[in-house]
């Protein structure tokens, strides 16, 4: 009878345990940091959504896309984002990198056919196309561009929306972040806030 007593208190105990520690760490927690992340960073707990005239939103229907995850386009007016080996190309559903080993003869054919194209389409040299042009991010939805690939898009975009590259490279600074707490990554451009921005100011 008494270990009959003795696992029948065991057991309560840890429901009891396990009950405190599902209404803490299950509910009381993330109601917690749902309710400071709201009031202190509202816009990119949201999901950090922007409308098309450039400015943050919080709902989703005024929005056209994300300043968190990169977009494909193929508008030569528009700045070009990285390449991308998610899916079919920037699927949300499928984010990943190519998994290619830097010496993968795939990659480097992939690599060398990008540099190509690209330094054709901008007017610059081979040796000029950046790394980040031609090779894509581990998640394949990389919002960002460095800013050596939006300096040699700069020329092509002006001209395809009839501004001058000094406009159109005032827009690249405008919407160039610097390295995280000033020193860890590396100075990035946010594509689809560029293309907002150069949008706007081709009206």
């Given at each position: 009878?008494?270990?009959?007593?003795?696992?029948?208190?065991?057991?309560?105990?840890?429901?009891?345990?396990?009950?405190?520690?599902?209404?803490?760490?299950?509910?009381?927690?993330?109601?917690?940091?749902?309710?400071?992340?709201?009031?202190?960073?509202?816009?990119?707990?949201?999901?950090?959504?922007?409308?098309?005239?450039?400015?943050?939103?919080?709902d989703?229907?005024?929005?056209?896309?994300?300043?968190?995850?990169?977009?494909?386009n193929d508008?030569?007016?528009?700045?070009?984002?990285?390449?991308?080996?998610?899916?079919?190309?920037?699927?949300?559903?499928?984010?990943?990198?190519?998994?290619?080993?830097?010496?993968?003869?795939?990659?480097?054919?992939?690599?060398?056919?990008r540099?190509?194209?690209?330094?054709?389409r901008?007017?610059v040299?081979?040796?000029?196309?950046?790394?980040?042009?031609?090779?894509?991010?581990?998640?394949?939805?990389?919002?960002?561009?460095?800013?050596?690939?939006a300096?040699?898009?700069?020329?092509?975009?002006?001209?395809?929306?009839?501004?001058?590259?000094?406009?159109?490279k005032?827009?690249?600074?405008?919407?160039?972040?610097?390295?995280?707490?000033g020193?860890?990554?590396?100075?990035?451009?946010?594509?689809?806030?560029?293309?907002?921005?150069?949008?706007?100011?081709?009206?």
């Open positions: 009878m008494s270990e009959i007593y003795a696992l029948l208190r065991h057991s309560l105990a840890g429901l009891r345990v396990l009950i405190a520690a599902t209404l803490l760490c299950g509910i009381a927690y993330p109601l917690v940091v749902t309710g400071v992340a709201q009031a202190a960073f509202g816009w990119r707990a949201d999901g950090s959504l922007v409308t098309e005239s450039g400015e943050h939103t919080n989703p229907a005024e929005a056209v896309g994300s300043a968190l995850i990169g977009q494909g508008d030569e007016g528009l700045f070009y984002p990285r390449p991308s080996a998610a899916g079919d190309g920037w699927d949300t559903l499928s984010t990943y990198g190519s998994n290619l080993g830097p010496e993968d003869p795939e990659l480097v054919k992939a690599i060398k056919e540099q190509g194209e690209i330094a054709t901008e007017g040299s081979v040796d000029q196309v950046p790394a980040d042009a031609v090779t894509t991010s581990a998640s394949g939805i990389d919002p960002d561009i460095s800013p050596a690939y300096a040699i898009q700069v020329s092509r975009v002006a001209d395809a929306n009839d501004l001058s590259t000094d406009e159109v005032a827009l690249v600074a405008e919407n160039t972040d610097g390295r995280t707490l020193f860890l990554g590396a100075p990035r451009v946010n594509v689809l806030e560029l293309n907002i921005a150069v949008r706007n100011a081709a009206e």
